[in-house]
């Protein structure tokens, strides 16, 4: 049990660490003096007005954001490392990593720093889901998929109070 509500607790981590930049955004572009199109490079949606009702891997001028390239090319990456040294150990890795490169990211203001931190973060962030999939796959066996249904429910979950919490702020 104490497993399990670590995984819930610490993929809402995750979803924190994954989605505060967008509710962060119009201030960051308040203090930074960056415009829209300028920080599309760090996150697909600052080109936008509004998120679109399902995901897309570029912004309107069909660039893929940093993060989105990163994440992607870390999800294939760690893949094999998870098999390689357990879902424990790097879930819980990829938990702090981005923890760090999320306060790391406050000490910048130009767009090549956001960047930067902005790619160290989602490719610690690729390590959570593969590894709360091996962690939970040897919990239900042959019905991997009935449990990573569940443990998907986290991401809205997670989302839901990241942005309540994140917009009360504002």
Known sequence: MVVAVTLIMGYMGYYFNRSNLSVAQNSILLDTNITKTEFSVVLRYAAQTSPPSFPLFVNKKKKCSVGYGVYAAGKFMNGFI?????????????????????????????????????ACNRFLQSVGWGALVKVVSAWYGSQVGFACAQKRIL????????????????
């Open 82 to 118: 998870i098999e390689a040294f357990g879902g424990r150990p790097l879930f819980l890795i990829g938990l702090l990593g981005s923890a760090v490169f999320t306060l790391l990211f406050t000490f910048f203001n130009t767009v090549a720093g956001f960047s930067a931190m902005w």
């Open 155 to 170: 991401f809205n979950f997670g989302a839901t109070v990241n942005r309540s919490t994140a917009r009360s702020w504002e």
